[in-house]
Nanobody, 123 residues
Framework: QVQLVESGGGLVQAGGSLRLSCAASRRTFSSYAMGWFRQAPGKERELVAAINWSGARTYYADSVKGRFTISRDNALNTGYLQMSSLKPEDTAVYSC????????????????WGQGTQVTVSS
C-alpha cells in the first residue's frame, strides 16, 4: 500500500502559478509511475500529466502542454506539478496517483490515489 497526500492547491488569479506536491508514504513510490489528474464539476476526470519511475519519460495533455511541468524527487518520495500561466478552465480538484510503470504512460493503471486538492483560478 502507498498513501499519497497532495498539497499546494489554492486560489490564484489567471496568469498565475501554483506548485502541487504529492507526498508518498513508502519508498516503493520510487518504482511507480505517477500521474496528476483533475476533475472539474460536471466533467470527467482527465489525466493532466504523467511521469515514469525515473523521471526520464513524461506525458502531458494537450490542454496543459507548455504550461505545466511534472517532476519527482524519489529521494524524498515526492512528486510535483508546477502549473504556470493558469487559466480559469484549469479550475478543478487535482489528484495524484501511482501505478506500475508501463512503456506508454497513458495506459498506466493507477492503483493508489490521493484525496485531491482544490485549485481555483479566478479571471
Amino acid at each position: 500500500q502507498v498513501q499519497l497526500v497532495e498539497s499546494g492547491g489554492g486560489l490564484v488569479q489567471a496568469g498565475g502559478s501554483l506548485r502541487l506536491s504529492c507526498a508518498a508514504s513508502r519508498r516503493t513510490f520510487s518504482s511507480y509511475a505517477m500521474g496528476w489528474f483533475r476533475q472539474a464539476p460536471g466533467k470527467e476526470r482527465e489525466l493532466v500529466a504523467a511521469i515514469n519511475w525515473s523521471g526520464a519519460r513524461t506525458y502531458y495533455a494537450d490542454s496543459v502542454k507548455g504550461r505545466f511541468t511534472i517532476s519527482r524527487d524519489n529521494a524524498l518520495n515526492t512528486g510535483y506539478l508546477q502549473m504556470s500561466s493558469l487559466k480559469p478552465e484549469d479550475t478543478a480538484v487535482y489528484s495524484c496517483a501511482a501505478g506500475a510503470d508501463r512503456p506508454q504512460l497513458v495506459i498506466v493503471r493507477y492503483d493508489y490515489w490521493g484525496q485531491g486538492t482544490q485549485v481555483t483560478v479566478s479571471s
